[in-house]
């Protein structure tokens, strides 16, 4: 009853920015939070940058600073400006919203992710 739609994702050469978008859309009473992770092959997910619908914000330790994370309550959708991006950023990013619907339960939802490659 959720759908997660990411964008924004592609090619950049390094020094460069892209800005990743995720809209969450369906029986959605209100957002807990939404974020974005990464997950390079054989290692595990990690957290990119979170926030909660009242912005309160949370990142990994490997942006310092590069990234700034945003949500627009109305459209129920999170944004990622990403700056000064390094070829070591190149991952495959994915989309989280935590959602109630209204009736005593949050439940987690996950985009399908997109590719950010960073390369000259």
């Known amino acids: 009853q959720v759908q997660i739609e990411e964008s924004g994702g592609g090619l950049v050469q390094p020094g460069g920015s892209l800005r990743l978008s995720c809209a969450a859309s369906g029986n959605i009473f209100s957002i807990w939070s939404m974020g974005w992770y990464r997950q390079a092959p054989g290692k595990q997910r990690e957290l990119v940058a979170s926030?909660?619908?009242?912005?309160?914000?949370d990142y990994g330790e490997f942006v310092k600073g590069r990234f700034t994370i945003s949500i627009d309550n109305a459209k129920n959708t999170v944004y990622l400006q990403m700056n000064g991006l390094k070829p070591e950023d190149t991952d495959v990013y994915f989309c989280?919203?935590?959602?109630?619907?209204?009736?005593?339960?949050?439940?987690?939802?996950w985009g399908q992710g997109t590719q950010v490659t960073v390369s000259s």
């Open positions: 926030i909660t619908s009242t912005g309160k914000t």
């Open positions: 989280n919203a935590a959602v109630s619907n209204g009736a005593g339960y949050v439940f987690d939802y």
